[in-house]
């Protein structure tokens, strides 16, 4: 074990890319979720 084809490693850093993204993403809409909510409530 252990040898991945050149495949598997690129396949393997695609998904980290994309796993990355989302988080990022993900981050992003978090924050303008909670700036909306102490918008919305008064409360900084």
Not at 1 to 8: D, F, I, P, R
Not at 14 to 42: K, M
Request: net charge negative; charged share 20%; no cysteine.
């Amino acid at each position: 074990g252990g040898e991945a084809t050149a495949l598997e490693v690129v396949d393997a850093q695609n998904s980290l890319v994309t796993a990355r993204n989302n988080y990022d993403d993900g981050e992003a809409r978090y924050r303008l979720a909670i700036a909306n909510l102490q918008t919305l409530t008064g409360v900084f």
